[in-house]
């Protein structure tokens, strides 16, 4: 199971567009390492992530294995309102993770 952490600035102004920073922790498995039996330890990586504000699509994502470990995604929306955001990924495992978290606009 993965864990998620999303930061964006504490006071945001309708209409502002705001820095949103999301970071996943998942291994990122290649498929091309080993443990210490020598046993390659399999491919699993995020397949699929997407992120929602209000609903709408702000963010897709089709990671491969070059991305690093725990993976680190920086991008922009437009705050009109007050609004849920969601974040939800799935890996080759098939195992779902979602994050939601309210997106409040002063």
Not at 15 to 41: A, C, F, N, W
Not at 48 to 71: F, H, K, M, W, Y
Not at 89 to 106: E, K
Request: net charge neutral.
């Amino acid at each position: 199971m993965s864990i998620a952490r999303v930061q964006w600035p504490e006071r945001i102004a309708a209409g502002e567009v705001v820095k949103v920073r999301l970071l996943i922790q998942h291994p990122m498995d290649t498929g091309y390492l080993q443990d210490l039996s020598g046993r390659l330890v399999p491919r699993n990586v995020i397949r699929l992530l997407t992120c929602t504000l209000d609903g709408q699509e702000v963010l897709r994502v089709l990671p491969s294995s070059g991305i690093a470990a725990n993976p680190f995604f920086e991008f922009h929306v437009r705050a009109m309102q007050t609004a849920e955001f969601r974040a939800e990924w799935t890996d080759d495992r098939g195992v779902q993770g979602v994050l939601t978290q309210t997106l409040t606009v002063v």
